[in-house]
């Protein structure tokens, strides 16, 4: 096969990345040329980048499931659905932005960086090689401490995004040297590469392996918001512009998990990596939900509950091997998560950033159609059929109890019950109690975003069959 | 038409929770009138069903939708001889507490709306087919209930319905878990119900099964709710407004009772019958513990409260003697499970109606303390007689539904547990002391002065009211009319 050829059909495997890279240049050069009235605009082309990419995502199904560009980059079933979940959730991140940041002029760049930020999460989505999933992490991150301190003028913002910073500059560069240690041992970066190379290694290299492969969960779960590195989740849940908070909080997460997933298939037999899993899972959702029950600012509440999700989902990767519901239940937590995480924090954002616990007194009965949005939200990630959170749920304690982790099926249960209470303490002031007043909304795009996120909420818990169908028996690549 | 039984007011519950202009008295009371013609839907088909029921021990009238096929999950829907007549008592009881007149808050279209969901709930969890679904119904009963008990209680209602909420989630996790170890344990894996009976898939499971058997326990037990899962149970029925609790202790407590028998008992027989007796002296502790505990009572609600707490007892205690393995007396299993199941439909139609009359008597008389009231006999005909008859059902006077039922389980049980039979009596004698106290304390002796122009019951409750007490006695008088469908799922599961 010539060479042109060669490179025509990889260069055709990653057109939703160059959609979304040459979207962003489009965006930026947009925003130094407009005039400060008409910042807004770019969300135009920010959107149409998105759309571009998602048709070209699409258009990628059926194909062959294979690995590109020299083994580093996957193209499969599960990449492509993380990537249809990241584009969709940065779409209705765009809406929430637009009314949100009417009032600053220069907010063009804004969505040059988000959708980098997007483009970060797509990437590692289908990252299967060391160097590219941190060149993916370190996209992710950089724009992300940039969009988190985006209101500069505001100092909760900025705190959120120095703390963002600093936990992440310390997990991005540990994690090179958890690379370089696994790049040492098994002779390659690749995954492939390296499930052969540390295969043939043998029982002598097992500290320095591990060694490794705990300083690149590290940044892993950074990405996550995984104990112990998940004490910038509340921060900027509170602090960043809540568009971004309901971003950064969910989009990196899918393409985090869905690396995660694939490095754990590559380990080889002998290292007891769910045990690991299984305690970071613990360990998140139990601080998560313990640490929500004491606080009286939403946006935190939503920040630490965020923390508790990632420590359900994780539970999926422990079954990940043993079990044919791993990867479903993996893919189809991440499509629950994201639609009700964009419709909490849009709720959040229609209702123009309100946030303090005091003031959602009978918010339910002067704005029943938001609240109601919330609720269905909170109510998701309970587990409460027929919402979409139920099923995830349902699907990852069938994972743990099939792979013969039951208590950490029980653990999850029990942590579930007490997440009640703080969703609870939002809800019951809305409804139960008598209203203080008039409540402002913003305009119109928020609103749309925050609906269209909770009908994805109800009616991929009411339909779920073709999900689930779809997220199984395909295999993870490599 | 079964499913257009559940799915009907669920829909219809949509449609009221959007009506407008209804915050004047015409607008409630016309709102709440079509709601309970709404109600009245799922009952009639569900009598058509009865008419067509042909009782012959499996599940008839089945109808089957693929829902996530993928998993075994389908929308399965149909009814056998335990289904039917808890699912009938459902409707009627639906329609009675829908069509009561209550405090509505200025907020009528969303509490009719809730009752509406739950009546198409409620009904679907008594026909599901398949666990998923069941368990779908389950949880959401839940939701609906907590802002019934909340939004349109009184005292502490945000406080009791958390703990309400709370304590029956905490209840469903370990039964959705044990749900799950039930469906993974199958094969070809499924939730379908049928199938899951065929395959007793954790049969000779040993140490797992128990394991499993204790995540449904505590599901079912809390939901019951047994002593000593019970104490979410009191405040809430004593802060829900009057047709929530009637709905509370007449449809969701079966709930419990029902998923006993119906999973349990006929999903994990084998575990069943080796922990039979530990429940059956449980069901006896329940039975006792809550007569006295009824007995210390000087809130009306409270008192009936734990008389729920105290006739679920019975129920348990004749699901156990049912279960166990006992050669040679399968008439008396077959009694006590017959009694079990007849005491389910008596206890949704008496305590429900007893739960609709102390609402009427809390917004006459302002409170629920018993020592409040006196000499309402001269002044209340309509009210004396309900209570007293329901009061006189509760506590097991032969002639009255209560009576039948209570009857069959003691003496299946005196074949198979006499001792316990004996200790249960207590639960009897007490429970009879308590009603007949309060019913002197209240109708009996003077008029106190303020009560002078205590207004009877209206039209609308006495009619709800007469309705119940008028089953009650029929199915007192008569009780093969809905034994006889009992009996059909009954026999041949005591058989094997």
């Given at each position: 096969m010539a060479m042109g050829t060669d490179m025509a059909v990889m260069v055709g495997d990653v057109i939703p990345e160059l959609a979304l890279l040459v979207g962003a240049v489009i965006v930026l050069l947009l925003a130094l040329t407009l005039p400060a009235s008409r910042q807004a605009w770019v969300a135009w082309p920010t959107l149409i980048a998105l759309l571009v990419a998602g048709i070209a995502t699409v258009a990628l199904f059926g194909g062959e499931e294979r690995l590109t560009f020299a083994g580093t980059y996957a193209v499969d079933a599960a990449a492509l659905w993380a990537k249809l979940f990241i584009l969709a959730g940065t779409a209705a991140v765009v809406l929430l932005s637009v009314p949100w940041f009417r009032k600053d002029p220069r907010h063009g760049e804004y969505y040059a960086l988000l959708l980098l930020a997007a483009l970060g999460a797509v990437l590692m989505a289908g990252a299967a090689d060391l160097k590219e999933v941190l060149v993916a992490i370190l996209l992710s991150s950089v724009t992300g401490f940039v969009l988190a301190g985006f209101h500069r003028r505001s100092s909760l913002s900025s705190e959120a995004a120095i703390k963002f910073y600093l936990v992440g500059a310390l997990a991005n560069t540990t994690a090179l040297m958890g690379a370089a240690l696994l790049f040492g041992l098994a002779?390659?970066?690749t995954l492939e590469g390296i499930g052969q190379g540390l295969a043939a290694?043998?029982?002598?290299?097992r500290p320095a392996l591990l060694l490794g492969l705990v300083l690149l969960l590290g940044v892993l779960g950074f990405k996550l918001g995984a104990v112990p590195v998940h004490s910038w989740v509340p921060d900027v849940a509170q602090g960043a512009p809540a568009p971004i908070a309901g971003f950064i909080t969910a989009i990196p997460k899918v393409g985090a998990f869905l690396f995660l997933a694939r490095l754990m298939l590559v380990l080889p037999e002998g290292v007891d990596w769910q045990p690991l899993i299984a305690v970071a899972a613990t360990a998140t959702m139990t601080l998560g939900n313990l640490a929500s029950l004491w606080q009286d600012d939403v946006r935190r509440i939503l920040g630490w509950s965020a923390v508790s999700q990632t420590g359900y989902g994780l539970m999926a990767i422990v079954g990940l091997g043993a079990s044919s519901l791993a990867l479903p239940a993996l893919l189809y937590f991440l499509a629950a998560y994201v639609a009700g995480n964009i419709a909490a924090f849009g709720v959040i954002v229609e209702l123009?950033?309100?946030?303090?616990?005091?003031?959602?007194?009978?918010a339910g009965r002067v704005r029943p159609a938001l609240l109601g949005s919330l609720a269905i939200s909170f109510l998701s990630f309970i587990g409460v059929p027929p919402l979409a959170g139920f099923v995830a749920k349902l699907l990852l304690f069938a994972v743990a109890i099939e792979v013969g982790y039951l208590w950490l099926a029980v653990v999850a249960a029990i942590n579930t019950v007490i997440s009640i209470v703080y969703y609870v303490r939002v809800l019951a002031p809305a409804y139960l109690r008598t209203p203080a007043g008039p409540i402002a909304t913003l305009a119109r795009p928020a609103a749309v975003a925050t609906y269209l996120a909770t009908a994805a909420v109800v009616l991929v818990g009411l339909l779920a069959e073709p999900f689930v169908a779809a997220f199984s028996g395909r295999p993870l690549l490599p | 038409m079964l499913t257009i039984a559940i799915l009907l007011p669920i829909l219809a519950a949509i449609g009221v929770g959007l009506a407008r202009n209804v915050s004047t008295g015409d607008g409630e009371r016309r709102l709440q009138q079509v709601a309970t013609v709404v109600a009245a839907v799922p009952l009639i088909l569900l009598l058509v069903a009865w008419s067509r029921f042909g009782g012959s021990g499996g599940f008839e009238q089945v109808e089957t939708v693929p829902w996530i096929p993928t998993l075994g999950v389908a929308w399965k829907v149909g009814v056998d001889g335990l289904s039917l007549p808890l699912a009938t008592m459902t409707a009627l009881l639906f329609v009675v507490a829908i069509a009561y007149p209550v405090d509505f808050r200025g907020r009528a279209a969303a509490y009719l709306a809730l009752m509406l969901f739950l009546e198409g709930v409620s009904i679907g969890l008594f026909l599901a087919q398949d666990l998923f679904l069941f368990f779908v119904f389950w949880d959401v009963s839940l939701v609906a209930m907590y802002f019934l008990i909340g939004a349109w209680?009184?005292?502490?209602a945000a406080r009791s319905a958390l703990k309400f909420f709370v304590y029956t989630f905490a209840g469903s996790l370990p039964l959705l878990l044990a749900i799950l170890a039930l469906y993974l344990a199958s094969e070809p894996r499924t939730f379908d119900m049928a199938e899951l009976i065929r395959q007793?898939?954790?049969?000779?499971?040993?140490l797992y099964a128990m394991v499993v058997f204790l995540g449904f326990f505590l599901g079912f037990a809390i939901k019951t709710p047994m002593v000593p899962f019970h104490t979410w149970l009191p405040p809430a029925h004593v802060d829900a407004p009057g047709p929530a609790s009637a709905i509370l202790a007449g449809v969701l407590l079966k709930m419990g009772t029902y998923g006993f028998v119906r999973i349990l008992m006929s999903m994990m027989p084998d575990a069943f019958a080796d922990l039979a007796f530990p429940l059956a002296v449980l069901a006896v502790i329940s039975i006792v513990y809550g007569a006295l505990v009824a007995l210390a009572q000087t809130n009306l609600k409270r008192l009936i409260a734990y008389t729920s707490v105290n006739h679920m007892g019975y129920v348990i205690l004749g699901l156990a003697v049912a279960g166990v393995v006992a050669p040679g007396q399968e008439a008396a299993q077959r009694l006590a499970l017959d009694g079990a199941t007849l005491e389910m439909v008596a206890h949704g139609l008496i305590t429900g109606g007893l739960f609709l009359i102390s609402g009427s008597i809390l917004t006459r008389g302002?409170?629920?303390?018993?020592?409040?009231?006196?000499?309402?006999l001269d002044r209340t005909r309509g009210l004396t007689v309900g209570t007293a008859v329901l009061a006189f059902a509760s506590l097991g006077l032969p002639g009255l539904a209560g009576f039948v039922a209570e009857f069959q389980i003691f003496a299946g049980t005196l074949g198979v547990f006499p001792v316990l039979a004996m200790v249960a009596l207590i639960g009897i004698v007490v429970t009879a002391a308590l009603f007949l106290r309060m019913l002197g304390q209240m109708f009996l002796g003077p008029l106190p002065e303020r009560w002078r122009s205590l207004p009877d019951l209206g039209r609308v409750v006495l009619g709800a009211i007469g309705l119940l007490v008028a089953l009650v006695v029929l199915i007192g008088v008569a009780p093969a009319l809905v034994l006889d469908v009992i009996d059909s799922f009954v026999a041949p599961f005591v058989a094997g």
């Open positions: 002779g390659s970066t290694g043998g029982e002598g290299a123009r950033g309100r946030t303090n616990l005091a003031d959602f007194d009978g | 209680g009184h005292g502490d007793q898939p954790l049969a000779g499971a040993g302002g409170t629920y303390e018993i020592a409040e009231y006196g000499g309402l």
